[in-house]
């Protein structure tokens, strides 16, 4: 396995969540779209670790698991409050930062 | 022109400015206090005037004496003193403004006594004498601007001293702007001396005017002119004058006839040295003077206002004094003769008129007076004199002085020494006409008086100034040109008088004028004096009456065409400055707060636009920073 | 004496005054007042000691104090003063207590606190004293912009019923100047740092380095519009008439007494020394703007029918006045146009607290509610009058002084602009006796007629007198039936609800007056100290600081 088939996962992994970003509705869905996106970089991180022989990539996707697990905290919060005054989980329907 | 510095008595004559300015500030400042004693002030003030001017002309011995005060403004190469003339011309104007302000003052203790605002009266007049001093002793042309304009602020509260009356607020307003408009040209006239010659001093100007190029004194005689027509009620500037006669009868005769309105003829007078420089200029104070002369005495014809007759009368006489100066040095002394005399004569007029008013209730329309020659023995008398030494009966006061002038005009010599000449008779025998129809419709025929109207003297405070200034009136001439002879007083200003080639001989025009005076006062009694005046105007009169009665139409052409342009355009800048220029700044504003909501719609709150945002900048990063590398 | 910190003081006085001030409880209100009046009475003293212990024929700036402030950026907390900067600071010293007292008995809008009022009052002062006394560019420029703030306040907190709309249109104004001006300041920095090795805003090294003519010309405008918005010259004048006339009456003396006179402080202060190839290049657009707003604002001033609008319009037509001097390179008309700054500060100050005193009265700024004031109050129409014949600077009054010395200054070398300059004489005079025709003379009329008194033809009156100009009245041919005149005993028909000045306006009005009068005759003193600094500056810019050559040279004679 060389380093190009790593990346060429996570750069599928992250397309797969970028368009999922996009076009769901589903504030979940869309919220695991954002950890898929998440983890492809952690994924590209590791291997560039690996590949370097270095444990800096390492160290980063630690961080950045710790800071994706508080923001699954505080959005499936903000999710779950939402969901409770809307009836509804679309993101669609939560518009009213605007203008 | 050599001066000597001052010593002894004539080194106080700044006190002749002093004391009627104190005596203002006291007045006006001192409040209900001085109620009981204020006119006594305002008048003592004057008096001790008089009598100070009187002692420094008697010390003055022929010179030219410079008081220097202090500096007043000095700044780069500019330095203006403020300092004092006496000289022969100063000290006959001293004595004129102070001579005739007293006795004016006397009067008006008596006329204005019932005024409960004759304190303010008395500052006023005080203020005035002051402001009239100045302009008069000022030894520098600032000094003299600042008189001039003083005179006109004096002015201004006096006309409009009854202010409750909207006509003469207007009145006022319209002598201190029409005076502004004069001012101007005398301010120019004196930054164009400064840019010449660096000083704005008589000694300095006049000592160094030969050496202005020929054009640029031109102009400087033409500005002075213009201000000088301004304060004299002069062609185009006349205007304002009779409408002057809005305020108080003492004001009227004191300001605008004996003094203030003669201050045009001192500046010319003042200013020969530029004039002498400047034939064009001198010709343009010709024209002027004989265009007045002559709008004066045909208006005065055909007005039916006591005070109106007399102001035309005047504006038409400080015609003859600017034909005279404008004349040069043959007309200096001839002006400035008849300026004293017509002080002595017009002065004593106003008064008298103001003591037929006092009788008529303060009616002022001719056409209903009448018969009041045995009611008002004194004002009749003394009204009588100054009547005829004016339209220039034979060795009254006018009859020296208003010859002097038709002679100095004849001896020009040239054609146009005719026509002047010939002008000044005709307007002799228009100022009999109109002085004898006033005379006619005033003190005789039939009573025509108003309900309730019961003529009666006036007090002695009143009659003593007016018997004075009637003997003034018939002696004047002359004491002037006979006994002490002005020509030889004023040698020291405008040099010895030289024995002048008289192209007509005096003789004649003394007989000619006379005859012509006779004419014109035998005209008047043909269509006043013969048959009954009719109360209410005829309405049905020949254009050129009209046109007489509105004054040859100058206000409706000062309406015309500055008035109601002028009104025009403030309207039209004040709509253009709030929709035009801050309509701009507003445009600009508003522009800016639609554009900013504008483009706040973009943020439409939906997560995947801005998700979308998002990636779009990214891949322009991305994009951007590969090509960087890979280029 | 002379090492006593004067300008340091006058600034740290009000400042901590403010302070103090703005602690006190909200029920004090009379302590408040009480403690501003004493504390500006104390900057008026030491700006008089200050005048003392400067020594005209001295160095250019005197009084000095420096205190190095961000190294980094060479900028230094440097204080000094000129002749010029001196008067300015006599004339603040002077207007703040004036103003206090005239303010005395304001009523705020809304339920605001005179004590929030005297607070930023005094650091006005501060900030005042401040922008005069700055001998640092970027020190200045704090200053300039940092006296917004409080005339911010004051008009969109105590003043009229547009009051907002007044102090953001005045603050947005001020801040584009103040910002291109500091676009210009770094500029300057930039070009101090190439020419001398390290920058500085010292405003003595800056005046000394030589810049490139066309950079010169860039940052002469950078600091010419900031000016030009704050003195204001016509077209960038519209906000001052909505701020003088919507800020409360102290607000508007102090915001034209002397705020405005922070553009023409600046013209002559940095605009000449440090650009003088600038200044020379471009005067002629300075003069032309100069003159149009001493005929346009003059000419606007006339169909104005609010009294403090038509007051900002004639300081306009002020304001050109001083800048024509300034930019006419001649000693003479600079001197006159810096003792324009003082004496238009003392002039339309009164005019504009005279006003204030009317409006205090009747509750309305239209000038068509007032009218027969003089009748019977005789003390507010004197000083009334007063105050409008300084405005038309009439001869005996202070104003006449420096306009004379602006006009005759400017005549040699810019005639043209001269002559425009002196018609506008003719105007002044025309839209001050209109002002004081309609609300003084006349018969009784407008807001203040009493019920008894409708019985007058209040309404005709009204519109014939404020209609009637010129000779309308005047081409009477028909029988002149004479009014009631010589013994007029019994008053006019309607009367007027008005109480004349009383002993407070009174104490305001008497030393404006008094100075209006005494610098009218005698204005040498103050001459004296503005020379100095004017020729310097003259000199800066190429001009003979000796004053006009005469054309024509002595006569053979």
């Known amino acids: 396995m060389s380093l190009t088939h790593y990346l060429v996962l996570a750069a599928i992994l992250f397309t797969i969540g970028a368009v999922g970003v996009l076009v769901r509705r589903n504030a979940i869905v869309v919220f695991m779209c954002v950890e898929l996106m998440l983890n492809s970089v952690n994924l590209t991180l590791v291997t560039f670790a690996r590949a370097n022989g270095t444990v800096d990539g390492q160290i980063m996707a630690f961080f950045v698991m710790v800071v994706a697990a508080a923001e699954v905290v505080v959005g499936l919060a903000i999710i779950m409050s939402i969901y409770r005054t809307r009836r509804s989980a679309s993101v669609d329907d939560a518009n009213l930062l605007k203008y | 022109m050599d001066t000597v510095p001052a010593e002894g008595l004539i080194a106080a004559s700044w006190l002749l400015i002093a004391l009627p300015l104190a005596g203002a500030a006291v007045l006006l400042l001192g409040g209900r206090r001085t109620d009981r004693w204020g006119h006594l002030l305002g008048t003592a003030t004057v008096a001790a005037a008089f009598v100070l001017g009187l002692s420094c002309t008697l010390a003055l011995d022929g010179r030219q004496v410079d008081v220097d005060l202090f500096t007043f403004v000095a700044t780069g190469s500019l330095d203006v003193q403020a300092g004092l003339l006496f000289d022969p011309l100063s000290a006959v104007f001293v004595l004129l403004i102070t001579g005739v302000g007293a006795l004016i003052h006397v009067y008006s203790i008596g006329y204005m006594a019932h005024d409960p605002r004759r304190r303010r009266f008395f500052a006023y007049l005080n203020l005035f004498v002051a402001a009239m001093l100045l302009l008069v002793l000022g030894d520098n042309f600032v000094a003299l601007y600042v008189g001039w304009e003083g005179v006109g602020l004096a002015s201004y509260l006096l006309i409009a001293f009854w202010h409750e009356r909207p006509s003469a607020a207007t009145a006022a307003k319209k002598a201190f702007i029409m005076n502004r408009v004069g001012d101007v040209g005398l301010a120019l006239a004196i930054f164009l001396m400064f840019a010449q010659l660096g000083t704005v001093s008589y000694e300095g100007v006049f000592g160094s005017i030969e050496a202005v190029a020929g054009g640029t004194v031109t102009a400087i005689g033409l500005l002075l002119l213009l201000g000088a027509c301004g304060k004299s009620g002069q062609f185009p500037l006349q205007a304002w004058l009779p409408d002057a006669m809005e305020g108080p009868t003492p004001v009227s005769a004191l300001i605008h006839a004996a003094t203030m309105v003669t201050a045009g003829v001192y500046l010319i007078a003042r200013s020969a040295p530029i004039y002498d420089q400047t034939p064009t200029a001198r010709a343009v104070v010709l024209a002027v003077g004989a265009i007045t002369l002559m709008i004066g005495a045909i208006v005065g014809c055909a007005q039916d206002d006591i005070k109106k007759v007399l102001a035309y009368s005047t504006?038409?006489?400080?015609?003859?004094?600017?034909?005279?100066?404008?004349?040069?040095?043959?007309?200096?002394?001839?002006?400035?003769?008849?300026?004293?005399?017509?002080?002595?004569?017009?002065?004593?007029?106003?008064?008298?008129?103001?003591?037929?008013?006092?009788?008529?209730n303060d009616s002022v329309d001719m056409r209903r007076f009448g018969g009041l020659a045995s009611r008002m023995k004194t004002t009749f008398v003394t009204f009588g004199l100054g009547y005829l030494a004016l339209i220039g009966f034979p060795f009254l006061s006018g009859f020296y002085t208003k010859d002097a002038i038709i002679e100095a005009a004849f001896d020009r010599g040239d054609g146009w020494g005719y026509v002047l000449g010939g002008l000044a008779i005709l307007a002799a025998g228009l100022t009999a006409f109109y002085m004898t129809r006033l005379m006619l419709m005033t003190f005789f025929g039939r009573p025509r008086w108003e309900d309730g109207v019961h003529p009666h003297e006036s007090p002695t405070v009143m009659t003593a100034p007016m018997i004075v200034l009637s003997v003034g009136s018939v002696l004047a001439g002359f004491l002037l040109v006979v006994v002490f002879p002005l020509e030889e007083w004023l040698s020291p200003v405008f040099g010895e008088p030289e024995g002048a080639e008289h192209v007509v001989a005096p003789i004649l025009v003394s007989i000619l004028v006379t005859l012509v005076m006779l004419l014109g006062a035998a005209a008047a009694w043909l269509v006043v004096g013969r048959r009954e005046v009719p109360v209410v105007a005829p309405a049905r009169v020949s254009p050129v009456v009209r046109a007489a009665r509105r004054a040859l139409y100058a206000d409706t052409v000062n309406e015309s065409l500055f008035m109601r342009p002028g009104q025009w355009l403030t309207r039209a800048l004040v709509f253009v400055d709030n929709r035009g220029v801050d309509g701009a700044v507003n445009g600009l504003a508003a522009t800016l707060g639609g554009s900013s909501s504008r483009l706040g719609r973009t943020q439409t709150g939906f997560v995947r636009s801005y998700a979308l945002g998002m990636l779009g900048g990214a891949v322009i990063v991305a994009g951007a920073l590969l090509a960087v590398t890979a280029g | 004496m002379t090492d006593f910190p004067f300008l340091l003081a006058m600034i740290a006085v009000p400042a901590v005054g403010a302070a103090v001030v703005a602690a006190l409880p909200r029920g004090r209100e009379l302590l408040a007042k009480q403690v501003t009046l004493g504390i500006t009475l104390v900057v008026f003293l030491l700006a008089v000691l200050a005048t003392i212990a400067f020594d005209a024929g001295g160095d250019r700036f005197q009084l000095t104090t420096s205190v190095s402030w961000i190294p980094d950026f060479g900028v230094d907390f440097a204080l000094g003063v000129d002749g010029i900067a001196l008067v300015m600071l006599l004339l603040v010293g002077v207007l703040v207590p004036v103003v206090v007292v005239a303010s005395w008995r304001d009523t705020p809008p809304g339920n605001r606190s005179m004590t929030t009022f005297c607070a930023w009052l005094l650091l006005?002062?501060?900030?005042?004293?401040?922008?005069?006394?700055?001998?640092?560019?970027?020190?200045?420029?704090?200053?300039?912009?940092?006296?917004?703030?409080?005339?911010?306040?004051?008009?969109?907190?105590?003043?009229?019923?547009?009051?907002?709309?007044?102090?953001?249109?005045?603050?947005?104004?001020?801040?584009?100047?103040?910002?291109?001006?500091?676009?210009?300041?770094?500029?300057?920095?930039?070009?101090?740092?190439?020419?001398?090795?390290?920058?500085?805003?010292?405003?003595?090294?800056?005046?000394?380095?030589?810049?490139?003519?066309?950079?010169?010309?860039?940052?002469?405008?950078?600091?010419?519009?900031?000016?030009?918005?704050?003195?204001?010259?016509?077209?960038?004048?519209?906000?001052?008439?909505?701020?003088?006339?919507?800020?409360?009456?102290?607000?508007?003396?102090?915001?034209?007494?002397?705020?405005?006179?922070?553009?023409?402080?600046?013209?002559?202060?940095?605009?000449?020394?440090?650009?003088?190839?600038?200044?020379?290049?471009?005067?002629?657009?300075?003069?032309?703007?100069?003159?149009?707003?001493?005929?346009?604002?003059?000419?606007?001033?006339?169909?104005?029918?609010?009294?403090?609008?038509?007051?900002?319009?004639?300081?306009?037509?002020?304001?050109?006045?001083?800048?024509?001097?300034?930019?006419?390179?001649?000693?003479?008309?600079?001197?006159?146009?810096?003792?324009?700054?003082?004496?238009?500060?003392?002039?339309?100050?009164?005019?504009?607290?005279?006003?204030?005193?009317?409006?205090?009265?009747?509750?309305?700024?239209?000038?068509?509610d007032y009218g027969g004031m003089a009748t019977q109050a005789p003390l507010l129409a004197g000083v009334f009058l007063v105050a409008g014949l300084a405005s038309l600077a009439l001869p005996g009054t202070n104003s006449f002084v420096s306009e004379f010395l602006v006009l005759i200054g400017s005549f040699p070398t810019v005639p043209v602009y001269a002559i425009l300059a002196t018609v506008g004489i003719i105007l002044a005079a025309l839209y001050v006796l209109l002002m004081y025709q309609r609300t003084m003379h006349g018969p009784a009329r407008g807001v203040l007629l009493t019920d008894d008194g409708t019985a007058a033809p209040g309404g005709s009156t009204a519109t014939a007198g404020s209609t009637t100009t010129g000779g309308a009245t005047a081409s009477g041919g028909g029988p002149a039936t004479g009014g009631s005149t010589a013994t007029l005993t019994a008053p006019a028909p309607g009367r007027l609800r008005v109480r004349d000045l009383g002993r407070r306006e009174l104490a305001v009005a008497a030393p404006m007056v008094a100075l209006i009068i005494a610098l009218g005759f005698y204005p040498q003193p103050l001459i004296d100290l503005i020379e100095p600094a004017v020729a310097a500056t003259m000199e800066d810019v190429g001009a003979d600081p000796g004053g006009v050559e005469p054309a024509t040279t002595e006569g053979t004679d």
């Open chain 2, 315 to 360: 504006v038409s006489q400080i015609g003859y004094m600017f034909l005279a100066v404008g004349l040069g040095p043959a007309g200096y002394v001839a002006g400035l003769a008849h300026l004293l005399t017509h002080g002595f004569f017009k002065a004593g007029l106003f008064l008298g008129a103001g003591s037929v008013m006092h009788a008529m």
């Open chain 3, 124 to 368: 006005l002062e501060a900030m005042m004293v401040g922008v005069f006394a700055a001998t640092d560019v970027f020190l200045f420029y704090v200053f300039f912009e940092a006296m917004l703030v409080p005339m911010y306040f004051l008009i969109g907190s105590f003043g009229g019923p547009r009051r907002q709309y007044a102090a953001v249109k005045f603050f947005l104004y001020s801040l584009v100047g103040g910002l291109i001006m500091l676009a210009a300041v770094i500029g300057l920095y930039v070009v101090s740092s190439s020419e001398l090795g390290e920058g500085t805003f010292a405003f003595d090294a800056l005046r000394q380095i030589e810049i490139d003519p066309g950079v010169q010309k860039l940052l002469f405008l950078g600091f010419f519009i900031a000016f030009a918005i704050k003195a204001p010259l016509v077209p960038f004048h519209t906000w001052l008439p909505d701020s003088g006339a919507e800020a409360p009456i102290g607000g508007s003396v102090l915001l034209v007494g002397v705020l405005d006179k922070v553009g023409t402080f600046g013209f002559i202060r940095y605009c000449l020394p440090l650009f003088p190839d600038a200044s020379r290049d471009l005067a002629p657009l300075v003069l032309v703007l100069a003159v149009a707003g001493i005929l346009y604002a003059a000419l606007l001033a006339m169909g104005q029918s609010d009294m403090k609008r038509l007051v900002s319009y004639t300081s306009i037509a002020h304001f050109g006045f001083i800048a024509l001097g300034i930019f006419a390179f001649t000693t003479e008309a600079a001197t006159g146009a810096v003792l324009y700054m003082v004496n238009h500060g003392i002039a339309t100050g009164l005019l504009f607290l005279v006003v204030g005193m009317l409006i205090a009265r009747g509750g309305s700024r239209q000038i068509g």
